[in-house]
């Protein structure tokens, strides 16, 4: 990560409420509101998606909708807890386009990630977390560069000051594979978190 913190903040609260008045992009205006990360401020493991979906929006809390849903079951699974997990995404604002009623989610651009990068720089200065697992390649490639790819590089862990960084899928892509290759699509991300629990032993 290469930009830097555009402001002084040395705790996860403070962070929240500047965020909370964040317009450092366009998203904030068509959002419902900021949708800042979740979970225990001394978390050995942070999982950062892409952006708050429809749900998340709403509620103000990331991963509460379908795709936090296959998160929870594959935490579980892993034998990871998610209440001892710190929960964000790279973008803070929920980017879509209007389909009658429905918001239909839009990939954030690079300026976009770019403009909510001191965000995600300033959630792991606060943590100071052992794990950081990127989900998505929204995520990998903010964090990582852009050559870095999940389906050829997911699992790799990469040493950074003070911690360690790997990529694997968002659990999104899970719902979006045909039934014949769900399940398995499924076993291989929990066998991804499973390698991270194994680190945080």
């Not at 386009?97 to 918001?103: A, E, I």
């Not at 990630?113 to 998505?136: K, R, T």
């Not at 995520?139 to 040493?159: D, M, Y």
Request: net charge negative.
């Amino acid at each position: 990560m290469t930009s830097q913190l555009p402001f002084d903040a040395e705790d996860l609260e403070s962070l929240r409420a500047m965020a909370a008045d964040c317009t450092r992009c366009h998203l904030y205006r068509d959002a419902t509101q900021t949708v800042f990360g979740a979970g225990p401020g001394d978390a050995d493991l942070m999982l950062v998606g892409e952006q708050p979906g429809d749900q998340e929006d709403r509620q103000g809390e990331p991963f509460v909708g379908p795709a936090g849903g296959v998160l929870d079951n594959a935490l579980r699974d892993a034998g990871i807890e998610r209440g001892r997990t710190y929960v964000t995404n790279m973008v803070k604002h929920f980017k879509f386009t209007r389909r009658g009623k429905r918001r239909i989610h839009q990939t954030p651009n690079r300026e976009e990630v770019v403009a909510c990068q001191p965000w995600l720089e300033g959630e792991i200065a606060a943590i100071e977390p052992s794990v950081v697992v990127l989900l998505g390649s929204t995520a990998a490639k903010a964090l990582l560069g852009s050559s870095f790819k999940v389906t050829k590089q997911r699992g790799e862990l990469i040493p950074r000051e003070g911690y360690h960084v790997t990529a694997t899928v968002h659990p999104s892509s899970i719902l979006r594979v045909p039934d014949k290759y769900r399940q398995q699509s499924y076993d291989d991300f929990v066998s991804d978190l499973t390698a991270v629990a194994k680190l945080l032993d």
